[in-house]
T-cell receptor, first 112, second 114 residues
Framework: AQSVTQPDIHITVSEGASLELRCNYS??????LFWYVQSPGQGLQLLLK??????LVQGIKGFEAEFKRSQSSFNLRKPSVHWSDAAEYFC??????????FGGGTRVLVKP | ETGVTQTPRHLVMGMTNKKSLKCEQH?????MYWYKQSAKKPLELMFV???????ENNSVPSRFSPECPNSSHLFLHLHTLQPEDSALYLC?????????????FGSGTQLSVL
């Protein structure tokens, strides 16, 4: 069965600093990979997704993610964080056909 | 605003109550989902409906009863819940398949069972 691990439960970053959120997945083949963001009191919004091709994926809000097959990872990055990026971020895998499996989430706090 | 609307936003119920959660989308999507988001646990898929037919029940207890009368509406009927059922219940609808798939989530119903 597929699984997704986000090792960091909380990350605190200063505004303007870079951010990297880790995601590792477990699956026999290359699944479809996603990053979602959830702001307080809101549902999840898709940031970006990877299906195939270029391993560096660009998303919305200045985020990007890099798929590394050898490490079974799909880490999310942003070069310069804004206060509005404070939220919870979820990595997800779709390996069984239109059924997402989510990681536990990483809560990002942004210091002024 | 994703186009997926969930009501109510908040719900407090006793263990003997019966209540229903509603999800509505007019995006023309034919697949709808219920997810449960508990504190300190990953989002859990509960049910999937494709073209009004239930195609996935992820071992959900029978005290949760979904209903999909048409492609635009999805309900989750609740009865005799337990305090551990307190969570954020998220509805989602899906467009496309495979590389074109995209989920649109509602803002959720925050449920508290007393």
């Amino acid at each position: 069965a597929q699984s997704v691990t986000q090792p960091d439960i909380h990350i605190t970053v200063s505004e303007g600093a870079s951010l990297e959120l880790r995601c590792n997945y477990s699956y026999g083949a290359t699944p479809y990979l996603f990053w979602y963001v959830q702001s307080p009191g809101q549902g999840l919004q898709l940031l970006l997704k990877y299906f195939s091709g270029d391993t560096l994926v660009q998303g919305i809000k200045g985020f990007e993610a890099e798929f590394k097959r050898s490490q079974s990872s799909f880490n999310l990055r942003k070069p310069s964080v804004h206060w509005s990026d404070a939220a919870e971020y979820f990595c997800a895998v779709d390996a069984a056909g239109n059924k997402l499996t989510f990681g536990g989430g990483t809560r990002v706090l942004v210091k002024p | 605003e994703t186009g997926v609307t969930q009501t109510p936003r908040h719900l407090v119920m006793g263990m003997t109550n019966k209540k229903s959660l509603k999800c509505e989308q007019h995006l023309g999507h034919n697949a709808m989902y219920w997810y449960k988001q508990s504190a300190k646990k990953p989002l859990e898929l509960m049910f999937v409906y494709n073209f009004k037919e239930q195609t996935e029940n992820n071992s959900v207890p029978s005290r949760f009863s979904p209903e999909c009368p048409n492609s635009s509406h999805l309900f989750l009927h609740l009865h005799t819940l337990q305090p551990e059922d307190s969570a954020l219940y998220l509805c989602a609808s899906r467009t496309g398949f495979g590389t074109n798939e995209k989920l649109f989530f509602g803002s959720g119903t925050q449920l508290s069972v007393l």
